[in-house]
């Protein structure tokens, strides 16, 4: 009888030696003459564990890591094959902390499944929110997933429903669903742990969605630097496809839904929904103007529904199991649960997913154990490189999207980048400005000269004396409002958001070279 293995094959894993780990178990088991089974994971999320192997024993699975090819034969002697006492051991791995107190809806399977077996999906509860959905009309799974509250994870925080209802209603015998898989922000990684992980949820929802609003084609667009979640996805599609789960006739409704994989460009405005449809139609990635909205006017002009991963992924447990099941979760306007994604200066980098409520401190400071330097967090920037820089005298705000935008931050993708006392907020407002002149499409002047001038005038205030610095500081702040209330997108419009909010919070560092040689 064979034991079985997991050694994830996670992207996070594998750039920390997840293959070579993989290999040497392999090896060190064929010369003990052992047989095992070993089974390719997704990550669960800890990533300072990574690689994290885990092993199925009578009392469960157990956990070991970080691992390394060297480790494996130690681990062998240990006895962990059988759950062996080991320095790199922690036990249960349901009972690790970490994830032990999380709430996981969205990503229930990720790292616990075989992300190419169809049947441990099925086995583990997938499959199901489609067949409930299958035996409703369209209206009646819009307004179920209207009424669990669901609002998309990916920026805007948009309520879903309201855009599939828009799009349902729209007159067109084409329409088309879109997976914005750009994952382009800082610090985030769940739209890739559920693709590697758990691939078979991502195409569960969205052909939930193609139901819903009666759309017969859908296409991922996922982003280039993205290649293990490129073959795990088109793995799955064909797998779904020959089962039945796609195709002209799926599961025997009469029902068609196609899905595509389509990679991008390396361009982070195609992260906006505009520049992502023009951009899947073959031509250069600019914004749109809106209206019209792509719910009525999409990908080749027809109504289109775009949602990002973790969106779409949360679309098969709320058909499964119920708009007020996952509306018990969170509070508020923010329902369900939120992934957020732990990076920068941390002890114990890694995604978690809780309800709505939990505050900042908790996450930071609970599960991320603070910073790995050991120093004092100072900032933390939450929703990618176009969020606020939060000080630490913020930290107990809540996880909710209304409470941020309270305190001028957003949520965004959930993208969490700790930063202790020894970072320049002055250098971090800088970048700001410079990654939006770098990737702005050109299409609006506020965003493409706005950005541009905006890097100067910073440059200016940390080169100039206190008279200077308070002129050119009333010029950046003027020149901010200008691409806040000006621009076409997103990325005009809130990069200005890390810089307002540094200069705000962290003054003292955008004293001028002249102050700072006098002091």
């Not at 610090?187 to 193609?210: C, K, N, S, Y």
């Not at 702040?477 to 958001?497: H, V, Y």
Request: net charge negative; glycine share 14%.
């Amino acid at each position: 009888m064979s034991i079985t293995v997991y050694v994830p094959r996670d992207a996070g894993a594998l750039s920390l030696g997840a293959e070579e780990v993989a290999t040497a178990i392999r090896r060190e088991a064929s010369r003990r003459g052992l047989h095992i089974h070993i089974v390719r994971n997704g990550s669960r999320g800890l990533y300072w564990l990574e690689p994290l192997v885990e092993v199925e024993t009578s009392a469960g699975r157990v956990a070991y890591g970080p691992v390394q090819a060297e480790d494996v034969s130690a681990l062998f002697d240990a006895d962990f094959l059988h759950g062996g006492q080991h320095a790199l051991s922690h036990g249960l791995t349901g009972d690790i902390d970490y994830l032990k107190s999380q709430q996981r809806l969205t990503f229930e399977r990720v790292g616990v499944v075989d992300p190419q077996s169809l049947e441990d999906y099925r086995a583990h509860g997938g499959y199901r929110g489609l067949a409930a959905a299958l035996h409703m009309s369209s209206e009646e799974i819009v307004q179920t997933v209207l009424d669990s509250g669901l609002r998309g994870r990916g920026g805007a925080a948009f309520p879903a429903g309201i855009k599939w209802k828009t799009c349902l209603d729209a007159p067109s015998f084409h329409k088309y669903v879109v997976c914005n898989a750009d994952e382009g922000d800082s610090g985030t990684f769940a739209d890739r742990m559920i693709m590697e992980g758990d691939p078979f949820v991502l195409i569960e929802g969205m052909t939930i969605a193609g139901l819903a609003v009666g759309a017969t084609q859908g296409y991922i667009y996922l982003r280039v630097e993205y290649p293990h979640a490129q073959r795990a996805l088109e793995t799955a599609i064909a797998t779904a496809e020959a089962a039945g789960y796609l195709g002209n006739d799926v599961c025997g409704s009469g029902k068609a839904f196609q899905l595509e994989v389509r990679m991008g460009g390396g361009a982070y405005i195609c992260g906006e929904e505009t520049s992502l449809l023009e951009s899947l139609e073959g031509k250069r990635g600019q914004v749109r103007f809106k209206p019209p909205l792509p719910a009525l006017q999409g990908l080749f002009g027809k109504p289109t529904v775009i949602n990002n991963v973790v969106t779409l992924a949360s679309v098969p447990i709320i058909l499964d199991r119920g708009a007020g099941y996952y509306r018990d979760y969170g509070l508020g306007k923010s329902r369900g649960t939120l992934p957020v994604q732990l990076a920068g200066n941390l002890k114990r980098p890694g995604l978690v997913e809780r309800a709505f409520g939990l505050t900042l401190r908790e996450l930071v400071e609970g599960y991320g154990g603070g910073t790995a330097s050991g120093r004092p967090i100072r900032a933390v920037q939450v929703g990618g490189p176009l969020g606020a820089y939060i000080p630490a005298s913020q930290l107990d705000t809540p996880i909710d999207y209304e409470a941020f935008v309270a305190i001028g931050g957003m949520l965004g993708h959930g993208g969490v980048v700790v930063f202790d006392d020894t970072v320049d907020m002055a250098a971090q407002a800088r970048y700001a400005m410079e990654f939006c002149a770098i990737e702005s499409c050109g299409k609006c002047t506020p965003c493409r000269i706005g950005s541009t001038r905006g890097v100067e005038v910073i440059d200016r205030i940390v080169a100039g004396d206190a008279r200077q610095r308070e002129r050119n500081e009333v010029l950046l702040r003027d020149l901010c409002q200008t691409m806040i209330a000006g621009s076409l997108c997103a990325l005009g419009g809130m990069a200005p958001f890390p810089v307002l909010s540094a200069l705000d919070h962290f003054p003292e560092d955008f004293a001028g070279a002249a102050d700072k040689a006098s002091a």
